[in-house]
């Protein structure tokens, strides 16, 4: 039996507005009532005029793999990188976390595919002692054939919970041309010109003769097991096209205006990254995520690699005035949690759903997380 207890005194965010100075109550880690005024019935929690957000679902978070290799060929073991940063993602006021690990084994670090496969069933290992509802975001590099027999073990073994396929070759997607593509590997990664000049080759080679294929083969695999599907670095119309003909319902990180514009005509949704929003532009100077909301054609945000920069997002589209504050929420918590099949449990603050939430200070235009809360259990706290 979880805890019951009421909220009083808050703005309630909603997916249709703001419920200023009402009550919620949750009864066994549920929300079982949302009212203006005040409620009575258990303990009381005064949220002093505060904010009460839906908890944030991140559907595509990096950050662990810098959690377990903070510099490049420098480990931490996983148990101890998992706990800690589940610390500071409750910190956030995120509820949902998928944890994104890359399957690219021409890239470099632990996104070789023993160490990412291994650290998959590591991390679903530890859920049961985690803060937060811990998930797993599998990242395919399409120039990766090796790949494809340990997603496939990983997916029927349930150890995955949302697909993405990525092309990190040179010549299109993020990289425009090959010094763009050395220029951010080669110092990340120390490698030499030479080493970068044979990593190319062998990811060129690889998506001539093989990707389609590939990608085929474990699109279908995970129709078959249910798990959702998103693209990743999408750069054309024509490659949006080719999603939604293969019913794939998101994209990852567009890289520019008409590839947005085209998944919103297609009704395709749009994941873009919340470090975008926050700087106000790319980190490879493809698509400014301001510029893709304010023209109406983004979904959803994630922190891609930066947990911390959900809330400030969502602050950042309020204070400049490109959304209002609840749609600025619904892009960090129900638009994400329908992208990836699990809103009838999470993702707003509606009667019946789990009791996922964040109270927020929200004084000064400068939001801080004051309560953290996962099926109605505090999860973190501030006061």
């Known amino acids: 039996m979880q805890d019951s207890f009421v909220i009083v005194n808050a703005h309630v965010v909603t997916p249709e507005g703001i419920r200023e100075n009402a009550s919620l109550q949750v009864e066994d880690g549920r929300i079982a009532l949302i009212r203006e005024g005040s409620l009575k019935g258990g303990r009381e929690i005064?949220?002093?005029?505060?904010?009460?957000?839906p908890g944030f679902v991140d559907m595509h978070s990096d950050a662990i793999e810098k959690g377990i290799e903070p510099r490049p060929n420098t480990f931490f073991p996983v148990d101890i990188a998992v706990y800690e940063l589940d610390k500071k993602i409750a910190a956030c006021g995120i509820t949902t976390m998928y944890h994104s690990l890359s399957f690219a084994e021409l890239e470099v670090g632990l996104r070789n595919n023993n160490t990412a496969a291994r650290i998959i069933r590591e991390i679903n290992t530890l859920q049961h002692k985690l803060k937060i509802n811990t998930k797993i975001h599998a990242r395919f590099e399409i120039t990766d054939l090796g790949a494809v027999p340990f997603l496939e073990d990983l997916i029927r073994d349930e150890q995955i919970n949302l697909f993405s396929f990525m092309d990190h070759s040179p010549g299109q997607g993020q990289f425009r041309d090959i010094l763009s593509f050395k220029s951010y590997y080669g110092p990340v990664y120390a490698k030499t010109d030479a080493e970068m000049d044979q990593i190319i080759e062998r990811k060129l080679d690889a998506k001539k003769n093989h990707a389609?294929?590939?990608?085929?083969?474990?699109?279908g695999i995970?129709?078959?097991?249910?798990?959702?599907?998103?693209?990743?670095?999408?750069?054309?119309r024509e490659k949006i096209t080719w999603l939604k003909e293969m019913n794939i319902g998101m994209t990852e990180f567009p890289v520019n205006i008409e590839t947005v514009r085209t998944a919103h005509e297609l009704g395709v949704s749009v994941c873009l990254g919340s470090p975008n929003v926050l700087r106000g532009q790319s980190q490879a100077k493809n698509l400014s995520a301001r510029e893709a909301i304010s023209s109406g054609f983004g979904d959803i945000l994630c922190s891609d690699y930066s947990p911390m920069t959900l809330l400030h997002a969502v602050g950042t589209l309020t204070k400049l005035g490109i959304l209002p504050l609840h749609e600025a929420i619904k892009m960090v918590s129900l638009n994400p949690a329908r992208a990836v099949g699990i809103a009838d449990e999470t993702g707003s603050l509606e009667v019946g759903k789990a009791a996922d939430m964040v109270l927020v200070d929200h004084s000064d235009d400068f939001p801080r997380v004051l309560k953290t809360f996962v099926s109605g259990r505090e999860v973190f706290a501030t006061c």
């Open 46 to 53: 005064n949220a002093a005029g505060n904010f009460l957000f």
């Open 212 to 219: 389609s294929a590939m990608i085929a083969k474990l699109i």
């Open 222 to 236: 995970c129709k078959q097991n249910g798990i959702a599907i998103a693209s990743h670095d999408d750069d054309s």
